[in-house]
C-alpha cells in the first residue's frame, strides 16, 4: 500500500517535465489580478497568486456547497470539506492551521474574516462566483492582522442579454441543491448591472448517524458604471444553517464502525444553528489619469446557537463551567478606503486606512433542564465581548529600471479586545487586552529573461488569538484566555513563473519563521482551547502548471512539500523537532479534461494527501489517502435557451479516509470522509 501511494505522488510530480512539449513558447493571455490592491499582471506580480475562474468550477461538477470545491489544485494551498456541516472546512496555506484561521478571506471586497481573524465560509455561494484570487507568501501581510494567506472572491456581475436560469442537483444521502439566479446588465449611466441567486441545500448527511443539515442563501449585487469613470457596487446575501454534528472517533471506534458517533452526541443532540445577513458598498473613482479613490463599508449580523455533547457531571461539578450551549448574537461593521497616485507610468503608491469592530453578546447554558438533555437550561455564562482594529498602511510599484519591479507596503495592525462580565458568581472575569504591530513586506521582480519572471519577497507577519481562542483557559480556571500572545512572524519567498507551452509554470520556495506561535492545547468535550508553543518554523516548495494540452485538452498539475516544526521544547507534548498536528508533510493534485466545442466536457482528478499528525506530541496519525473524482457533462444551446446537464462521482476507488480534529482530549481526532458518492445535476437558462 505504501508503494502505490509513493508511486502516485511520484507520477504527479513526474509530469511536471512532460509539460513543455512545445518547441515554442506560446504568448500567454493577460491576466490582471488585484491580490495587492493595484492592478498588476499576475505574470508580472513579484507574488505568489492563483486564479480560478468560475467557469472551471462550473464545468467539473458537484454539489457545489462548500468553498473547498473551489479551491482545488492551487499549489500551496489545502482545502477540505469536514462533511460535517456544523463545522467549516479545513484551509491551511503552506501549513498554516488548518482551519479557516490564520487566512484572510474577502468577498466582493467585503472581509468574511472577523476583526479577530476569525473567517467564515459557509455564506459565500459558490453558484454565483466569477473569480477567486489567491494570494499565498509575504505579501499577505498587506491585510493586516492573520494573514497567512488571502482569498479574495468575486462575485458573478450582471451583464447583457440579461438571463435566468434554474438548476437542481441530487445525490448519495437524499442531498439536494436547487437554485435560482438572474442576471442582467447595466446601461452605463443610471441603470445598474445586476444579480441575483438563491440556493437551498438539505442532506440527511453521510452514512454516518447525526449528521443532517440544511442550508439557505440569498446572493445579491448591483453594479453601477458611471459617465464620470465612477464605479458603485452594492452586495446583500444571507445565509441560514441548521445542522446536525456527528463530532468525532476514535481511531478503534473509526476501524470498529466508521458510522457511529460517540454515546453523548445523540444524548444530548449536538448540532449549531447560524443565521448571518451582511451588507456592502463600494465606491471607486478615477478622479483623473493619476489619482483614483477607493472606498468600501459594511455591516452585519450573525446568530449562533450551539449544543455541544458535554456530560452533566462536567458542568455540575465546576461552579466556573460555561454550559454546554453557546449562544451569541454578534454584529459588525467596517470600512477600508484608500487614495492610490500614478506619478507616472513606472511608479504608483496608495494610502489607506481599515478599521473593522465587532461585538458578541455571549451567553452559556447549561445543555439539559430537569431530567431532559440537549435543551437549554441555566445561565452559565453572560458577557459582551468588544474587537476593534485601526489599520494606516502605505503601498508602493516602482519600476526603477528596465526589467526590474519593486513592490513594497509598511502596516500598522493594532487589535484591541474588550470583554465585560455580567455573569459574576464565579467572579468578575472582565477584562481589555491590546496588541499590535509594524507590517513591512518588499518584494522584487525580474524579467530579464524571455516568457520567465524571477522574484522575492519578504514580510513580517502578526496574528492575535480570536475570541474563539481565548474563550476558555487550558487550565480549566474561569475566565477570558488573556494570556494568549500574538504570534509573531518573519516570511520569506523566492519564486519563479514561466510561460511554458500554452500554460504557466510557477514554482516557490518559502520559509515563515515564527515566536509565540498559537497551537491547540486540546479539545474538551467539543471546546477547543490554545496556548503559545514558542518558536516554530514552516517551510517548504511548491510547484503547479495549468492550461492547454492539446486543443480542447487542458491539465492542473500541483504539488506542495512543507515541512513544519516545533524549534523548542515548552512541555511534554511539545518537543523540539515534533511536526505541528493538522498538516500533511505532501500534497498533490492532478486533473484532465476535455471541454469540447460542441458542447461535451469529461475529465479526472485525483488528489494525494500524506499521513498528518493528529496531535502535536506526534503519538498517532490519520494515514495518507489517494482519492479519485471523475465527471462528464453535456451542453445543450439552441436560440435562445441552453440546457446543461452533468454528473460527478467523488471518491471512485472507496478510499476509507478520514479528516482529523486535532489534540482532541479524548483521542476522538477522526472524522470519517463520505466513501464513494455521486451527483447528478441540471442548469436550464433562458436568455432575453
Same mark, same amino acid.
Not at 454516518?208 to 453601477?224: G, M, P, Y
Not at 490519520?622 to 462521482?649: F, Q
Given at each position: 500500500?505504501?508503494?502505490?501511494?509513493?508511486?502516485t505522488?511520484?507520477?504527479?510530480?513526474a509530469?511536471?517535465?512532460?509539460?513543455?512539449?512545445?518547441?515554442?513558447?506560446?504568448?500567454?493571455?493577460?491576466?490582471?489580478?488585484?491580490?495587492?490592491?493595484?492592478?498588476?499582471?499576475?505574470?508580472?506580480?513579484?507574488?505568489?497568486?492563483?486564479?480560478?475562474?468560475?467557469?472551471?468550477?462550473?464545468?467539473?461538477?458537484?454539489?457545489?456547497?462548500?468553498l473547498?470545491?473551489?479551491?482545488?489544485?492551487?499549489?500551496?494551498?489545502?482545502?477540505?470539506?469536514?462533511?460535517?456541516?456544523?463545522?467549516?472546512?479545513?484551509?491551511?496555506?503552506?501549513?498554516?492551521?488548518?482551519?479557516?484561521?490564520?487566512?484572510?478571506?474577502?468577498?466582493?471586497?467585503?472581509?468574511?474574516?472577523?476583526?479577530?481573524?476569525?473567517?467564515?465560509?459557509?455564506?459565500?455561494?459558490?453558484?454565483?462566483?466569477?473569480?477567486?484570487?489567491?494570494?499565498?507568501?509575504?505579501?499577505?501581510?498587506?491585510?493586516?492582522?492573520?494573514?497567512?494567506?488571502?482569498?479574495?472572491?468575486?462575485s458573478?456581475?450582471?451583464?447583457?442579454?440579461p438571463?435566468?436560469?434554474?438548476?437542481?442537483?441530487?445525490?448519495?444521502?437524499?442531498?439536494?441543491?436547487?437554485?435560482?439566479?438572474?442576471?442582467?446588465?447595466?446601461?452605463?449611466?443610471?441603470?445598474?448591472?445586476?444579480?441575483?441567486?438563491?440556493?437551498?441545500f438539505?442532506?440527511?448527511?453521510?452514512?454516518?448517524?447525526?449528521?443532517?443539515?440544511?442550508?439557505?442563501?440569498?446572493?445579491f449585487k448591483?453594479?453601477?458604471?458611471?459617465?464620470?469613470?465612477?464605479?458603485?457596487?452594492?452586495?446583500?446575501?444571507?445565509?441560514?444553517?441548521?445542522?446536525?454534528?456527528?463530532?468525532?472517533?476514535?481511531?478503534?471506534?473509526?476501524?470498529?464502525?466508521?458510522?457511529?458517533?460517540?454515546?453523548?452526541?445523540?444524548?444530548?443532540?449536538?448540532?449549531?444553528?447560524?443565521?448571518?445577513?451582511?451588507?456592502?458598498?463600494?465606491?471607486?473613482?478615477?478622479?483623473?489619469?493619476?489619482?483614483?479613490?477607493n472606498?468600501?463599508?459594511?455591516?452585519?449580523?450573525?446568530?449562533?446557537?450551539?449544543?455541544?455533547?458535554?456530560?452533566?457531571?462536567?458542568?455540575?461539578?465546576?461552579?466556573?463551567?460555561?454550559?454546554?450551549?453557546?449562544?451569541?448574537?454578534?454584529?459588525?461593521?467596517?470600512?477600508? !478606503?484608500y /487614495? +492610490?497616485?500614478? *506619478?507616472?507610468? @513606472?511608479?504608483?503608491?496608495?494610502?489607506?486606512?481599515? $478599521?473593522? =469592530?465587532?461585538?458578541?453578546k455571549?451567553?452559556?447554558?447549561?445543555n439539559?433542564?430537569?431530567?431532559?438533555?440537549?435543551?437549554?437550561?441555566?445561565?452559565?455564562?453572560?458577557?459582551?465581548?468588544?474587537?476593534f482594529?485601526?489599520?494606516?498602511?502605505?503601498?508602493?510599484?516602482?519600476?526603477?529600471?528596465?526589467?526590474?519591479?519593486?513592490?513594497?507596503?509598511?502596516?500598522?495592525?493594532?487589535?484591541?479586545?474588550?470583554?465585560?462580565d455580567?455573569?459574576?458568581?464565579?467572579?468578575?472575569?472582565?477584562g481589555?487586552?491590546?496588541?499590535?504591530?509594524?507590517?513591512?513586506?518588499?518584494? !522584487?521582480? /525580474? +524579467?530579464?529573461? *524571455?516568457?520567465? @519572471?524571477?522574484?522575492?519577497?519578504?514580510?513580517?507577519? $502578526?496574528? =492575535?488569538?480570536?475570541?474563539?481562542?481565548?474563550?476558555?483557559?487550558p487550565?480549566?480556571?474561569?475566565?477570558?484566555?488573556?494570556?494568549?500572545?500574538?504570534?509573531?512572524?518573519?516570511?520569506?519567498?523566492?519564486?519563479?513563473?514561466?510561460?511554458?507551452?500554452?500554460?504557466?509554470?510557477?514554482?516557490?520556495?518559502?520559509?515563515?519563521?515564527?515566536?509565540?506561535?498559537?497551537?491547540?492545547?486540546?479539545?474538551?468535550?467539543?471546546?477547543?482551547?490554545?496556548?503559545?508553543?514558542g518558536?516554530?518554523?514552516?517551510?517548504?516548495?511548491?510547484?503547479?502548471?495549468?492550461?492547454?494540452?492539446?486543443?480542447?485538452?487542458?491539465?492542473?498539475?500541483?504539488?506542495?512539500?512543507?515541512?513544519?516544526?516545533?524549534?523548542?521544547?515548552?512541555?511534554?507534548?511539545?518537543?523540539?523537532?515534533?511536526?505541528?498536528?493538522?498538516?500533511?508533510?505532501?500534497?498533490?493534485?492532478?486533473?484532465?479534461?476535455?471541454?469540447?466545442?460542441?458542447?461535451?466536457?469529461?475529465?479526472?482528478?485525483?488528489?494525494?494527501?500524506?499521513?498528518?499528525?493528529?496531535?502535536?506530541?506526534?503519538?498517532?496519525?490519520?494515514?495518507?489517502?489517494?482519492?479519485?473524482?471523475?465527471?462528464?457533462?453535456?451542453?445543450?444551446?439552441?436560440?435562445?435557451?441552453?440546457?446543461?446537464?452533468?454528473?460527478?462521482?467523488?471518491?471512485?476507488?472507496?478510499?476509507?479516509?478520514?479528516?482529523?480534529?486535532?489534540?482532541?482530549?479524548?483521542?476522538?481526532?477522526?472524522?470519517?470522509?463520505?466513501?464513494?458518492?455521486?451527483?447528478?445535476?441540471?442548469?436550464?437558462?433562458?436568455?432575453?
Amino acid at each position: 500500500m505504501k508503494k502505490t501511494k509513493k508511486t502516485t505522488l511520484a507520477l504527479l510530480v513526474a509530469n511536471l517535465p512532460f509539460m513543455a512539449y512545445a518547441d515554442e513558447m506560446l504568448q500567454l493571455d493577460e491576466i490582471t489580478v488585484t491580490a495587492i490592491r493595484s492592478e498588476i499582471n499576475q505574470f508580472q506580480s513579484p507574488a505568489s497568486i492563483s486564479v480560478v475562474e468560475g467557469e472551471r468550477l462550473q464545468a467539473q461538477g458537484g454539489m457545489k456547497v462548500n468553498l473547498s470545491e473551489a479551491l482545488q489544485g492551487i499549489p500551496g494551498l489545502v482545502s477540505t470539506s469536514r462533511e460535517n456541516y456544523a463545522q467549516d472546512i479545513n484551509l491551511s496555506t503552506r501549513g498554516s492551521r488548518s482551519s479557516v484561521r490564520g487566512v484572510r478571506i474577502y468577498v466582493d471586497g467585503i472581509p468574511a474574516t472577523m476583526p479577530d481573524g476569525q473567517g467564515v465560509t459557509t455564506h459565500i455561494d459558490l453558484n454565483a462566483i466569477g473569480r477567486i484570487e489567491v494570494l499565498k507568501g509575504p505579501f499577505s501581510s498587506l491585510y493586516g492582522n492573520s494573514s497567512a494567506g488571502t482569498i479574495l472572491i468575486k462575485s458573478e456581475q450582471g451583464k447583457n442579454p440579461p438571463s435566468i436560469e434554474t438548476s437542481v442537483e441530487g445525490g448519495n444521502h437524499r442531498s439536494w441543491h436547487y437554485g435560482l439566479k438572474a442576471q442582467g446588465g447595466g446601461d452605463g449611466k443610471s441603470v445598474p448591472a445586476y444579480m441575483l441567486s438563491v440556493n437551498r441545500f438539505t442532506t440527511a448527511g453521510d452514512d454516518r448517524e447525526h449528521s443532517a443539515a440544511r442550508k439557505n442563501q440569498v446572493n445579491f449585487k448591483l453594479n453601477w458604471a458611471m459617465e464620470n469613470n465612477a464605479e458603485m457596487a452594492l452586495t446583500f446575501n444571507h445565509s441560514y444553517i441548521k445542522a446536525q454534528d456527528p463530532g468525532a472517533l476514535s481511531h478503534a471506534q473509526w476501524k470498529e464502525n466508521r458510522n457511529q458517533v460517540a454515546a453523548t452526541i445523540e444524548q444530548f443532540n449536538a448540532r449549531k444553528e447560524v443565521k448571518q445577513t451582511q451588507l456592502g458598498l463600494t465606491y471607486r473613482q478615477q478622479l483623473d489619469e493619476k489619482n483614483l479613490i477607493n472606498f468600501t463599508a459594511y455591516l452585519g449580523e450573525r446568530k449562533l446557537e450551539q449544543y455541544l455533547p458535554i456530560p452533566r457531571i462536567a458542568q455540575t461539578r465546576n461552579a466556573g463551567h460555561a454550559g454546554g450551549v453557546i449562544d451569541f448574537k454578534r454584529t459588525y461593521f467596517g470600512s477600508d !478606503v484608500y /487614495w +492610490q497616485y500614478k *506619478a507616472t507610468e @513606472n511608479f504608483d503608491t496608495i494610502l489607506g486606512i481599515a $478599521f473593522d =469592530t465587532m461585538q458578541d453578546k455571549r451567553k452559556g447554558y447549561e445543555n439539559f433542564r430537569g431530567t431532559e438533555n440537549g435543551v437549554k437550561g441555566n445561565l452559565r455564562r453572560d458577557e459582551k465581548n468588544k474587537i476593534f482594529n485601526i489599520d494606516p498602511y502605505v503601498q508602493t510599484n516602482w519600476v526603477f529600471a528596465k526589467d526590474w519591479l519593486l513592490t513594497g507596503g509598511l502596516r500598522y495592525s493594532s487589535t484591541t479586545f474588550k470583554s465585560s462580565d455580567h455573569y459574576l458568581k464565579n467572579g468578575d472575569d472582565s477584562g481589555r487586552k491590546r496588541d499590535g504591530k509594524w507590517l513591512p513586506s518588499v518584494g !522584487v521582480s /525580474w +524579467q530579464g529573461l *524571455a516568457d520567465t @519572471n524571477l522574484y522575492a519577497s519578504y514580510s513580517r507577519g $502578526f496574528e =492575535t488569538g480570536t475570541f474563539l481562542e481565548m474563550s476558555y483557559r487550558p487550565d480549566g480556571v474561569p475566565g477570558l484566555n488573556f494570556d494568549l500572545k500574538p504570534l509573531t512572524s518573519d516570511n520569506y519567498e523566492i519564486g519563479v513563473k514561466r510561460a511554458l507551452g500554452e500554460g504557466m509554470l510557477t514554482a516557490a520556495l518559502f520559509r515563515s519563521d515564527t515566536k509565540d506561535d498559537i497551537v491547540s492545547a486540546g479539545t474538551f468535550d467539543g471546546r477547543a482551547t490554545y496556548r503559545n508553543a514558542g518558536k516554530t518554523r514552516r517551510q517548504g516548495a511548491e510547484i503547479g502548471w495549468q492550461g492547454n494540452l492539446w486543443e480542447d485538452l487542458n491539465l492542473t498539475l500541483s504539488y506542495t512539500f512543507v515541512d513544519v516544526r516545533f524549534r523548542e521544547t515548552v512541555s511534554t507534548a511539545i518537543q523540539q523537532g515534533n511536526r505541528i498536528a493538522g498538516v500533511a508533510k505532501h500534497n498533490a493534485y492532478a486533473a484532465l479534461g476535455w471541454h469540447d466545442k460542441s458542447g461535451w466536457r469529461v475529465g479526472s482528478d485525483v488528489r494525494y494527501s500524506s499521513k498528518i499528525q493528529v496531535n502535536h506530541a506526534n503519538t498517532e496519525y490519520a494515514p495518507s489517502y489517494t482519492v479519485v473524482g471523475t465527471y462528464i457533462g453535456y451542453l445543450w444551446e439552441k436560440g435562445k435557451w441552453a440546457m446543461d446537464t452533468h454528473a460527478r462521482v467523488n471518491n471512485l476507488l472507496n478510499k476509507d479516509y478520514a479528516n482529523v480534529v486535532i489534540n482532541d482530549a479524548n483521542g476522538r481526532y477522526y472524522e470519517p470522509a463520505l466513501k464513494r458518492n455521486f451527483s447528478l445535476g441540471m442548469n436550464i437558462k433562458y436568455h432575453f
